[in-house]
């Protein structure tokens, strides 16, 4: 299957700083990525879907000021949690569609943990 | 939105066989996928159904019934590693974005 990358796979920052969570498809073009949030013992949350070149699409309730998604390339999206405060401490998964797999399959990224002091 | 309903937590043995249902109301029909996710990781994908009928491959099958909104994660000869959370997605709303549902807890035990 596809290799989907994300870096860093864990941050602890400072309350008010911002974190930025970079996304990778290693080895095909993403037509598409999503962003994810998970609360633990919950399930994946969809925060935003992003095409390449165009600006995300963000899920009712998600404070697109505070998540910005910039998918720049068709390879990488970041997302950057602004003035971070200890309630957005989750799980932040990406996953990339458009790759080798035959069914619209999603590839995930490992996650990264975010934890704000 | 779609309404995707599946067990907290099951328990089992290991060596026995053990299914996990799901059930999920939507229009727009595109899919339904089965996820194994360990504490901590990423989701991994299992399988993937958009016609009814059963779906073998290896020791895990799904089974999908669109009509009756429901499938069905089927695992045999259960192993200790097979101790993580279970998420069924669906498709709907004629979008290829999936919606999770909240995930089945299996703990398998020896």
């Known amino acids: 299957g596809a290799v989907v990358s994300q870096h860093p796979s864990w941050v602890i920052c400072k309350s008010g700083t911002s974190v930025k969570i970079e996304c990778r498809s290693l080895d095909f073009q993403a037509t598409t990525m999503f962003w994810y949030r998970q609360f633990p013992k919950q399930s994946l949350m969809l925060m935003a879907t992003?095409?390449?070149?165009?600006?995300?699409?963000?899920e009712q309730g998600v404070e697109k000021d505070k998540f910005l998604i910039n998918h720049a390339s068709l390879t990488l999206s970041t997302l950057t949690v602004t003035s971070a405060h200890p309630e957005d401490s989750s799980f932040y998964i990406c996953s990339a569609a458009g790759g080798a797999g035959s069914y619209n399959e999603q590839f995930f990224g490992p996650g990264t943990r975010l934890t704000v002091l | 939105g779609q309404n995707i309903d599946q067990p907290t937590e099951m328990t089992a043995t290991e060596g026995a066989i053990v299914q996990i249902n799901c059930t999920y109301q939507?229009?727009?029909?595109?899919?339904l996928f089965w996820y194994q996710q360990h504490a901590g990781e990423a989701p991994t994908f299992l399988s993937y159904?958009?016609?009814?009928g059963l779906e073998e491959k290896g020791r895990f099958s799904s089974f999908l019934s669109r009509s009756k909104g429901y499938s069905y994660l089927l695992l045999k000869e259960l192993q200790m590693k097979d101790s993580a959370s279970y998420l069924c997605?669906?498709?709907?709303?004629?979008?290829?974005?999936?919606?999770f549902g909240r995930g089945t807890s299996l703990i398998v035990h020896p």
């Open positions: 939507t229009s727009g029909f595109n899919g």
């Open positions: 997605a669906v498709y709907g709303g004629g979008s290829y974005i999936p919606t």
């Open positions: 159904n958009v016609l009814d």
């Open positions: 992003s095409n390449e070149g165009s600006k995300a699409t963000y």
